[in-house]
């Protein structure tokens, strides 16, 4: 048995993200954010249907790896 996490962020917070990172350029161009706002209306929704734990990546890392280290602990 495994589990499959799917670690999300509302777009708001995704694009807050991309526009202040400096080690990546996609997603600084008009049509990449829009791009990327598609994908999450139209992929996230599949990744959601076939994940077995979801983990909301806004958190702080810390808080996001804790949750990943736990489901790695109760995984067979």
Request: charged share 25%; glycine share 2%; hydrophobic share 45%.
């Given at each position: 048995m495994f589990t499959i996490v799917l670690l999300s962020a509302p777009a708001e917070v995704m694009l807050a993200?991309?526009?202040t990172r400096t080690n990546?350029?996609?997603g600084k161009?008009?049509?990449e954010r829009e791009a990327i706002l598609r994908d999450l209306a139209e992929v996230e929704p599949l990744l959601r249907a076939?994940?077995?734990a979801e983990i909301d990546a806004s958190a702080p890392i810390d808080q996001v790896v804790r949750q990943l280290e736990e489901l790695a602990q109760t995984t067979p």
């Amino acid at each position: 048995m495994f589990t499959i996490v799917l670690l999300s962020a509302p777009a708001e917070v995704m694009l807050a993200r991309i526009v202040t990172r400096t080690n990546n350029p996609f997603g600084k161009r008009p049509e990449e954010r829009e791009a990327i706002l598609r994908d999450l209306a139209e992929v996230e929704p599949l990744l959601r249907a076939t994940c077995t734990a979801e983990i909301d990546a806004s958190a702080p890392i810390d808080q996001v790896v804790r949750q990943l280290e736990e489901l790695a602990q109760t995984t067979p």
